[in-house]
């Protein structure tokens, strides 16, 4: 009996020294509980910065935009609920980019995505800390902005326009729709380091399918007129535009320029039989901006992007105006038409 009596008296002063510390302890809970939740469940919002050397309202601005944001969506990207987007357009002013790039730095964003060579070299030259994702950039390692594809180094990963063969695969539909054509003129940009590689390529391609090359340079927009003339002078039957955002820019002028002098005029931009060329044939760039928003993420969640290898197009299109080609008198073969992701009539 006497040691019942014992037991029961320990569970009693272990049960009152444990009601004792809790009572101590509730004040601390109580005030601490709540900040700690809402620590825990505050949603964090991820800064990403975009450069544009366009306008807000070039169309391409546009659909490179949609298909970005599009691609956050698909990762569970909400903006305003855990992303949010600056955007800097230079309105074509290539001048301003390294001001726009300093300014989104200055905004402390934690990624800044750029869009061909100069908005990215701009925003090299802005930071060597925030990482850099380019969602479209002809030739990252030939313009000096990584050390290689698969080992990028340094703050810039993403996507590269780059595809050795794409003049070779453009000199085929032009002699699908336009077999009779055999000498065509090759509009590059000297200032663009991409367009070397371009050129021996495209020798090479026309060599094989039995025609020959004419290049002919342009450095700036005052350059486009005599280009042609060149053209007109040599007898080139057709022009195909190497990729460069100086002569993307100026693609209505470009097509006007072929159109009187019956030129048919391939690129890779569908921009170019939007604005009266005849077609086009080249990566999809509103695929590699939806695959740009996987590189944010990951670089979010920690990757570094010196360990993240750039990657290739990995989608083409083929666009044709058949307005340009009725107005050239070119039949455009069925074969062609079918394999054709848009149409412009």
């Known amino acids: ?11 009693s002063v272990h049960a009152t020294t444990v009601i004792a510390c809790l009572l101590v ?15 825990q469940h505050a949603p964090t919002i991820s800064r990403i910065g975009l450069l544009f050397p366009t306008s807000l ?27 949010a987007l600056d955007f800097r357009f230079a309105e074509g002013k290539w001048n301003q980019l390294p001001g726009l790039a300093a300014e989104l730095v200055h905004s402390k964003v934690d990624v800044i995505v750029t869009y061909t060579t100069p908005a990215t070299r701009a925003a090299k030259q802005a930071t060597g800390t925030i990482p850099i994702v380019v969602a479209a950039v002809i030739d990252p390692v030939g313009a000096g902005l990584v050390a290689s594809l698969a080992r990028p180094g340094g703050n810039i990963t993403g996507l590269s326009q780059m595809v050795p063969e794409l003049v070779g695969k453009q000199l085929e539909v032009l002699k699908e729709v336009s ?18 590689l371009a050129i021996r390529d495209a020798k090479a391609a026309a060599g094989s399918l039995g025609m020959q090359l004419q290049l002919v340079e342009a450095r700036n ?19 195909i535009l190497l990729v460069d955002s100086m002569l993307i820019d100026h693609r209505t002028r470009i097509a006007d320029l072929a159109a009187r002098r019956r030129l048919p005029t391939v690129s890779a931009t569908m921009e170019t039989p939007a604005a009266g060329g005849l077609l086009s044939y080249g990566p999809s760039v509103r695929d590699l901006f939806r695959r740009a928003a996987a590189y944010v993420d990951k670089i979010l969640k920690g990757a ?30 069925q074969s062609v038409l079918i394999r054709a992701d848009q149409v412009i009539e």
């Open 1 to 11: 009996m006497h040691r019942r009596r014992v037991r029961r008296r320990s569970r």
């Open 25 to 39: 302890l509730l004040p601390v809970t109580l005030l601490l509980g709540p900040l700690a939740g809402e620590a």
């Open 57 to 83: 309202s070039d169309p391409r601005t546009v659909r490179f935009v949609e298909a970005f944001q599009q691609g956050l969506r698909e990762l569970g990207y909400a903006e305003g609920q855990n992303i």
């Open 179 to 196: 077999p009779k054509t055999s000498r065509v003129a090759l509009l590059s940009n000297p200032a663009n380091p991409a367009h070397a």
């Open 221 to 239: 927009p005052s350059e486009i007129d005599s280009a042609f003339a060149a053209m007109t002078t040599e007898r080139a039957g057709a022009v």
């Open 304 to 333: 570094k992007p010196a360990d993240l290898p750039i990657e290739q197009p990995t989608k083409f299109e083929l666009v044709i105006n058949l307005r340009t080609a009725r107005a050239l008198g070119l039949p455009i073969p």
